[in-house]
C-alpha cells in the first residue's frame, strides 16, 4: 500500500507504520491524546489523520494557531542621512568651515550635514552623490540659498552655518 497524501501537503499519513509525517518539520509523528506541537501551530493528529483517510481538509484538526516569527533581517547598508557622523570639522588654518561655494562638499561633508531625504531632494543632490562623488561648488552656488529657502527646507542651524553665505 502506498502513502495517502492529502492534496495540500502539509501532513501525509502512512497507513502501514500509523505515522502522520509532517512536511514543514521534516519528520514523523505519532498520533496521540496529546496536542502536537508545530512551528505554525497546536494541531490534533488523530483528527490530521482521519481527514487524510477520508479526504477533507485538515484544517478543522488546527487547535491553536501559532504565527510564525518573522526572520530577523541581516543589517542593511547604513543609510547616508540617518548616521551619527558629526558636521564637517573646522579648517586647522583658520577655525573656519571651508566655503562650500568655493570648494563644494565632499561626500564625507555632506553626511556630516545629515540631510533628509526631503532636502537632498530638494536641494538635487543624488544618491551617487551622497555616496561617491560629493558636490561641486557650481552646484552649491545655484542652490541660491536665502533664509526663506533654508525656513521652507526646515535647514538646522549647522547645516545652515555650511550652507549659506
Not at 501532513?11 to 500509523?18: A, L, R, S
Not at 493528529?45 to 510564525?68: C, F, M, Q, S, W
Not at 562623488?133 to 538646522?156: C, F, I, M, N, Y
Request: hydrophobic residues 40%; aromatic residues 4%; contains cysteine.
Amino acid at each position: 500500500m502506498t502513502n495517502l497524501i492529502h492534496p495540500k501537503p502539509r501532513f501525509g499519513y502512512n497507513p502501514t507504520t500509523g505515522l502522520v509525517y509532517d512536511y514543514l518539520a521534516g519528520r514523523d509523528a505519532a498520533p496521540s491524546e496529546e496536542p502536537y506541537e508545530s512551528v505554525d501551530g497546536v494541531w490534533d493528529l488523530n483528527e490530521v489523520k482521519a481527514a487524510i483517510e477520508t479526504g477533507h481538509p485538515i484544517e478543522g484538526a488546527l487547535i491553536d494557531r501559532v504565527r510564525p516569527k518573522p526572520a530577523a533581517k541581516a543589517p542593511g547598508a547604513p543609510v547616508p542621512n540617518k548616521g551619527t557622523v558629526k558636521a564637517p570639522s573646522k579648517t586647522a588654518d583658520d577655525g573656519k568651515l571651508p566655503d562650500p561655494v568655493k570648494s563644494g562638499l565632499s561626500v564625507a561633508q555632506l553626511i556630516g550635514l545629515g540631510l533628509s531625504a526631503v532636502q537632498c531632494a530638494a536641494l538635487q543632490i543624488t544618491p551617487q552623490q551622497l555616496t561617491a562623488t560629493g558636490v561641486s561648488a557650481e552646484q552649491v552656488a545655484g542652490w541660491e540659498l536665502t533664509p526663506e529657502r533654508a525656513d521652507a527646507l526646515k535647514l538646522t542651524p549647522q547645516q545652515r552655518a555650511v550652507l549659506m553665505p
